[in-house]
């Protein structure tokens, strides 16, 4: 009898659980073959100069036994460096995140991916070619364009090939044809253009932490996704003009009327009040507002989302190929940051910076600000006016973020590294 038990318990110590080999320890023949071999945890990765079995960044992990820490469980194969979340959403895949960190980072947020339908045509019995489509012959050519499925760029192995796909789309959003209805026509949703963006951002982080890929991919695409954004928000201006906003974590829009003097940005565990109370105006317009946490480029130690303001002047917004038609006189702006936890916020250390629309240029703006820790606020101690005072008409980035927040590449974790286009090892350099 005793007997039988020992064997039993020898038997259950050494059987491997799901989620528990070390990615280490398996080879290019298993490596992520299964659940037992680290299949949602596990990738083979040949470009480094030792091909081997690599964990996945945590945030792409999909198999969350792979995270979590001994106890009454098996300690995951992933556990030395990711947490399994302690809380899960439905809407979105992610079910790890680094180290300590104990919370879903929105920077790094994954919607689910389907792959229904197709790439490059649309989802009808009979497929229509994407470039043959004309949404300006009925409402229902519109609704079709939305059933054309970004998330399949995925799957590519080329990256030429993954980036022309994902340009393809974004290219048709801004046709001028294709463009003009989705701003224009009443059965528009703005959802549906926000929706691709937020795919686009998505397709563009994780193709880049996969694949190590140069600044050149993102260059390619992101100008496109940030025109796509513009023409979501001109399209929120005439769908609900009188305010509109929306979060989805990788990317925000809110839009606003000049009269409303203020826009609050919700952002994680923040909110950044833009304040033009003190801008006087020659005529009414738009504050329009697309937001985005910088760290899925890169940039961390950031309190505050970047915040890209394009506002306009005039009663009806036009979105123009140049996009240079914003207004350059918008100014006196007071930012207001308040934080949700518990940091306590060193008021000499916090600036406000300006930030290009590739990310690449970020710039002290010199302003300084005065924070009160009990009510957890912090406010510009002179309201901001560019300086000089932009004359190309594309609109002003912002965001608040510790002196610091470059100063250390060896604070970033794995996918922060790779994402700002650095060496990762073991650490960061």
Avoid at 54 to 65: K, M, N, Q, S
Avoid at 262 to 280: E, M, R, V, Y
Wanted: hydrophobic share 35%; charged share 15%.
């Amino acid at each position: 009898m005793f007997v039988l038990i020992f064997i039993f318990i020898t038997t259950l110590y050494a059987q491997i659980f799901v989620g528990q080999s070390l990615c280490s320890t398996l080879t290019s023949t298993n490596c992520g073959t299964d659940a037992i071999n680290g299949q949602g945890w596990c990738y083979w990765d040949s470009t480094i100069a030792t091909p081997a079995c690599l964990t996945l960044p945590c945030y792409l992990i999909d198999e969350v036994a792979a995270c979590r820490t001994g106890g009454t469980l098996i300690t995951g194969g992933a556990n030395t460096d990711c947490d399994s979340l302690e809380t899960f959403s439905l809407q979105y895949d992610n079910v790890c995140c680094d180290k300590n960190l104990g919370k879903l980072n929105h920077a790094f947020v994954r919607f689910t991916m389907n792959f229904d339908g197709y790439v490059d045509s649309t989802n009808d019995i009979t497929p229509i070619p994407m470039a043959s489509l004309d949404i300006s012959q009925s409402v229902k050519d519109m609704f079709r364009l939305y059933t054309i499925n970004p998330w399949l760029a995925a799957q590519e192995t080329v990256e030429s090939v993954f980036q022309d796909k994902l340009i393809a789309i974004l290219d048709k959003y801004l046709e001028p044809n294709t463009r003009d209805v989705l701003i224009s026509e009443p059965k528009s949703y703005p959802f549906y253009i926000e929706r691709t963006v937020y795919q686009a951002l998505q397709l563009l982080r994780d193709w880049t932490v996969m694949h190590k890929s140069t600044i050149a991919l993102r260059n390619a695409i992101l100008p496109k996704i940030w025109s796509v954004a513009l023409v979501a928000l001109t399209r929120m201006t005439k769908f609900q003009p009188n305010y509109y906003q929306s979060n989805h974590y990788i990317i925000n829009f809110a839009i606003i009327p000049y009269f409303k003097n203020s826009l609050k940005i919700l952002g994680q565990a923040h909110t950044l009040t833009i304040d033009w109370n003190a801008f006087a105006y020659n005529s009414n317009g738009f504050v329009m507002v697309y937001s985005y946490p910088p760290e899925q480029f890169g940039i961390i130690k950031a309190y505050t989302d970047v915040i890209c303001i394009r506002p306009f002047q005039g009663g009806s917004v036009l979105y123009v190929d140049t996009e240079d038609n914003y207004d350059n006189t918008f100014s006196q702006i007071k930012f207001i940051y308040y934080w949700a936890d518990s940091i306590i916020i060193d008021q000499t250390k916090l600036k406000l910076f300006q930030i290009s629309d590739d990310t690449q240029t970020i710039t002290d703006t010199g302003s300084s600000f005065t924070c009160n820790q009990s009510s957890r606020t912090c406010t510009i101690n002179t309201n901001y006016s560019p300086n000089p005072a932009p004359i190309d008409g594309k609109g002003q980035n912002y965001f608040i973020g510790h002196v610091d927040y470059n100063l250390l590449q060896s604070d970033k974790k794995r996918a922060q590294c790779i994402l700002a286009y650095k060496t990762w090892t073991t650490t960061c350099a």
